[in-house]
């Protein structure tokens, strides 16, 4: 089949690659010219496992082509994804001028009968909006027919993902519309959803306020243990037993990042409130995230005092593990509070270095050697979980650090390994906390 993806952004191109892998000859289009160029000799602008040797394979076998050209890309497609940004805007809703400009722009190109399918995580009504824009411009006798089909692919996994989701969410009252989408997906073997549009829009945003609540749930729980000497891993793993909790997303740590669940939570909460529906579970969610995210700076001051002049190693900056995406990271808000102290930060992360380097430019200091980055520190912050922090030989926080002192925002390290050196350890939710011999006062 003929498939267009709007967007060579993170959603659109593993679509893409994912989708000429199993036969389908794919055009992507960005108005990105150097991304687009980029793309065309192989390279990938993200890094994601796996997605690189899929560009390569496609494209050299002609399946995957890109473009800047809206004539080469919409005129004879059979079907549109839509999978450009909808950022955040000031006051926490979706910014959906890309998406306007996509549906005027597929509305002026097309030239066949075409299905549109929206894969960007846009607020209920929109899709509907994409009807009445395309509809209004189009040549009068064609068939445009507008589906809801979110995503749901984790950065860092998002290959294993599209092959092996938990469900796919087809969003149309149109049945010839629906009959064609679970055609298209028969191959992938997952189960299928068909809902109408509007479930299908916040099919996506529940999905991801859930999670984040979960997540917020669980450091809560976390902070409570850390009070009262209890161990968060223990009780996650005492809760999740029960089958109707589960035993995903319950990992306490330093709050959620990324370019998801901040962005989609903030944006349910402000579409609720234009409906003058507060959602103030998740208003707390997003909260206490925000708080979790300042702990390991609190939890420094409280260890040593003062942060002035200390030399402060900042192990990861990535919102999490095999990805180089900072964005709503974690690690970021550490460093704007840590320089806030005056505090003398070296960054270490394999990969994220240039990311970071963007936003927060020669304030600190940077290295892809963890050994380098804590060499002569006075305290280390831990603030992604990579493997290369976990699998750290735990002499060289003795031997490279001036003060053995490590606050640890991901629980990188068990308990009983950590004991076995004289390093001063504060994770998240276990026991090893002053405050929680205070609990009787
Ligand atoms: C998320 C959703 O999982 C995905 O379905 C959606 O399409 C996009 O948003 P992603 O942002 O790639 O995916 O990462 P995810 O693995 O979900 O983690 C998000 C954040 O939550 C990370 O900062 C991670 O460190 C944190 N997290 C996750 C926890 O702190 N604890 C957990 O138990 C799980």
Request: proline content about 5%; overall charge negative.
């Amino acid at each position: 089949m003929k498939v267009t993806v709007a967007g060579a952004g993170y959603v659109g191109l593993v679509t893409s690659a994912c989708l000429a892998e199993i036969g389908h000859q794919v055009t992507c289009i960005d108005i990105q010219k150097e991304k687009i160029d980029l793309l065309q000799s192989g390279r990938s602008p993200i890094h994601e496992p796996g997605l690189e040797p899929l560009l390569e394979k496609n494209l050299r076998n002609e399946q995957l082509h890109f473009t800047t050209n809206p004539h080469r890309a919409y005129s004879d497609a059979d079907i549109i994804f839509i999978a450009v940004g909808t950022p955040e805007t000031r006051d926490g809703s979706a910014d959906l001028k890309y998406i306007h400009v996509v549906a005027h722009t597929i509305a002026h190109y097309i030239e066949q009968d075409v299905i549109v399918c929206t894969k960007s995580t846009v607020p209920v009504g929109t899709n509907e909006l994409i009807q009445q824009i395309i509809d209004s411009r189009k040549p009068p006798n064609l068939q445009v027919e507008v589906v809801a089909n979110p995503e749901f692919l984790r950065e860092g996994a998002a290959i294993l993902d599209f092959f092996h989701g938990d469900r796919i969410v087809i969003g149309t009252r149109h049945p010839e519309a629906a009959a064609f989408m679970e055609q298209f997906y028969l191959q992938l073997n997952i189960p299928i959803m068909k809902t109408d549009i509007r479930n299908a829009e916040m099919i996506k945003y529940a999905a991801n306020a859930f999670l984040a609540t979960k997540i917020s749930f669980i450091n809560e729980v976390a902070n409570i243990c850390e009070h009262v000497g209890a161990n968060i891993e223990e009780v996650a793993y005492g809760i999740g037993q029960d089958k109707r909790i589960g035993h995903h997303f319950l990992k306490a740590g330093i709050g959620y990042g990324g370019s998801c669940f901040p962005k989609d939570t903030k944006a349910l909460v402000q579409f609720g409130g234009n409906l003058k529906q507060r959602y103030e579970l998740l208003e707390a969610a997003i909260n206490v995230n925000k708080r979790q995210q300042s702990l390991p700076v609190k939890k420094a001051k409280e260890t040593v005092g003062s942060l002035h002049g200390k030399k402060i190693a900042l192990l990861g900056l990535a919102f999490k593990a095999d990805t180089d995406d900072v964005r709503e990271s974690a690690a970021l808000t550490i460093v704007k509070e840590l320089l806030e102290e005056g505090a003398d930060v070296t960054a270490y992360d394999p990969i994220a270095i240039p990311n970071t380097r963007r936003i927060v430019g020669n304030a600190i200091g940077y290295t892809e050697d963890i050994r380098q980055a804590l060499q002569d520190t006075d305290l280390a912050i831990i603030a992604t979980d990579w493997d290369q922090i976990k699998h750290l030989p735990l002499e060289v926080y003795l031997t490279k650090m001036k003060n053995p002192i490590v606050i640890d925002g991901r629980n990188c390290y068990s308990l009983q390994s950590i004991g076995q050196y004289p390093i001063t350890y504060l994770s998240v939710g276990r026991p090893g906390h002053p405050n929680a011999n205070n609990m009787f006062e």
